[in-house]
């Protein structure tokens, strides 16, 4: 018998050490900031963290063969990605920790990384903590999506100095799951140009009804061989405090500068809370957990957007297609969204991210999280307008 999944039910986070609900300085604050989620997990991940919690001892964690099954049959299966092996796969306890190893092995200092803003905040510094230089290949604003600029794509890829593209895909926060023909075309001029592909795809799981997440690597061998594809099951199942991630990487010679760069940076560790959920994610309840979540998710973008229309029309939301994350344009409030953000927060007690730290410096954008219980968004919505009205 199918379970039913309650997504509207509200668990109290704060006091327990939550970033997203105990970070803010000001109290009564509702969180619709970080990539957190605010439901409770998959009951399948919580009794297998049990029965080894009740086991009492917690020492260093071997990764079984498994661990490695689980992920290559899941995004086989799940996503279409074939003839991935055990050997290509690298863990270490997340995304981000991961792309700067990736980009540490195979660049030099002065080398450039081409992203595509506005993009997740945290590229950048994965970049410069490495020595590297951003180069940006701005997303076009097109109506209520956004596009990618071919010609300029292709000109920054054909600079002998870009060594790597770091691609967002599913993108956050431009909301775009990229097509196949996008992803191919994209794949075929680094490889033209001898640029390697870092692909990001930890929000592969989070799709909205009507849109199909293509992994990068899966379009074709070479491909899979030019590409390093970073994912891991927090976003999507709620267990990013877990810490667990994974690194596919074909490439052999490229695979083992990338493991070195994990051992040397000592991120080559993960604690077996990590490892156990990820087996108890990549299931077919963890399927069907995930298909309702994302009905959920998507009935919470379409409250938003009504809500947008009937209390808030100077803010316009961005298609979203994939991410429980909803990227708003702010440019008819009359401020920058540093400063909207700002306001919104001290007061009236809504927190929620401006655009600016992912790169967007042309007009005004917030970032809302959806992933939450109804009446949790509600009452942000609710504060947002109140602040809003009082401009």
């Known amino acids: 018998?199918?379970?039913?999944?309650?997504?509207?039910e509200i668990i109290p986070r704060r006091h327990t050490n939550s970033v997203k609900w105990d970070e803010?300085?000001?109290?009564?604050?509702?969180p619709l900031w970080v990539a957190d989620m605010d439901f409770r997990v998959l009951p399948q991940i919580t009794e297998a963290l049990h029965r080894r919690v009740d086991h009492g001892v917690f020492g260093y964690t071997h990764v079984p063969k498994s661990y490695y099954d689980s992920v290559i049959r899941w995004f086989r299966e799940r996503h279409g990605l074939k003839g991935v092996e055990p050997e290509d796969i690298i863990y270490t306890t997340g995304v981000v920790p991961a792309i700067s190893a990736i980009i540490r092995g195979l660049t030099l200092p002065?080398?450039?990384?081409?992203?595509?803003?506005?993009?997740?905040?945290?590229?950048?510094?994965?970049?410069?903590?490495?020595?590297c230089i951003v180069e940006?290949?701005?997303?076009?604003?097109?109506?209520?999506?956004?596009?990618?600029?071919?010609?300029?794509?292709?000109?920054?890829?054909?600079?002998?100095?870009?060594?790597?593209?770091?691609?967002?895909?599913?993108?956050n926060p431009a909301g775009r799951v990229w097509t196949k023909e996008e992803l191919?075309?994209?794949?075929?001029?680094?490889?033209?140009?001898?640029?390697?592909?870092?692909?990001?795809?930890?929000?592969?799981?989070?799709?909205?009804?009507?849109?199909c997440y293509t992994p990068f690597a899966?379009?074709?061998?070479?491909?899979?061989?030019n590409s390093a594809t970073c994912v891991a099951p927090t976003k999507a199942f709620n267990i990013a405090g877990l810490q667990i991630a994974n690194i596919i990487a074909k490439d052999p010679q490229r695979r083992e500068r990338i493991d070195r760069v994990i051992n040397?940076?000592?991120?080559?560790?993960v604690n077996p809370f990590g490892?156990?959920?990820?087996?108890?994610?990549?299931?077919?309840?963890?399927?069907?957990?995930l298909r309702q979540l994302n009905e959920y998710i998507a009935a919470n973008y379409i409250f938003l957007r009504q809500f947008l229309a009937e209390r808030m029309p100077q803010l316009r939301v961005v298609k979203l297609e994939g991410t429980y994350l909803a990227w708003a344009d702010c440019s008819k409030v009359g401020l920058s969204s540093s400063e909207l953000a700002a306001r919104l927060l001290h007061h009236h007690g809504v927190w929620l991210n401006d655009g600016e730290i992912y790169g967007e410096t042309k007009r005004p954008f917030l970032r809302i999280n959806l992933a939450c219980p109804r009446a949790t968004l509600a009452e942000g919505l609710r504060r947002m307008a109140e602040g809003i009205d009082a401009l």
């Not at 018998?1 to 509207?8: C, I, L, Q, S």
């Not at 803010?24 to 509702?30: H, K, L, M, P, S």
């Not at 899966?218 to 061989?225: K, Y």
């Not at 040397?264 to 560790?269: R, T």
Request: hydrophobic share 40%; with cysteine; glycine share 4%.
């Open 1 to 8: 018998m199918m379970m039913k999944y309650n997504f509207d």
């Open 24 to 30: 803010a300085t000001e109290e009564d604050v509702i």
């Open 110 to 131: 002065g080398d450039k990384v081409l992203v595509q803003t506005p993009v997740y905040n945290c590229f950048f510094s994965s970049i410069r903590n490495q020595g």
């Open 136 to 171: 940006v290949n701005h997303l076009l604003y097109n109506d209520d999506t956004y596009s990618i600029d071919w010609n300029d794509f292709e000109q920054k890829c054909s600079d002998d100095r870009v060594r790597v593209f770091l691609l967002c895909n599913p993108h």
């Open 184 to 211: 191919q075309r994209m794949g075929e001029i680094c490889l033209k140009h001898n640029v390697f592909v870092i692909a990001d795809e930890i929000h592969c799981e989070i799709v909205m009804p009507g849109y």
């Open 218 to 225: 899966s379009l074709s061998p070479d491909f899979m061989r």
């Open 264 to 269: 040397l940076h000592e991120v080559c560790d």
């Open 275 to 289: 490892v156990i959920a990820s087996e108890a994610a990549y299931t077919d309840e963890g399927a069907e957990w």
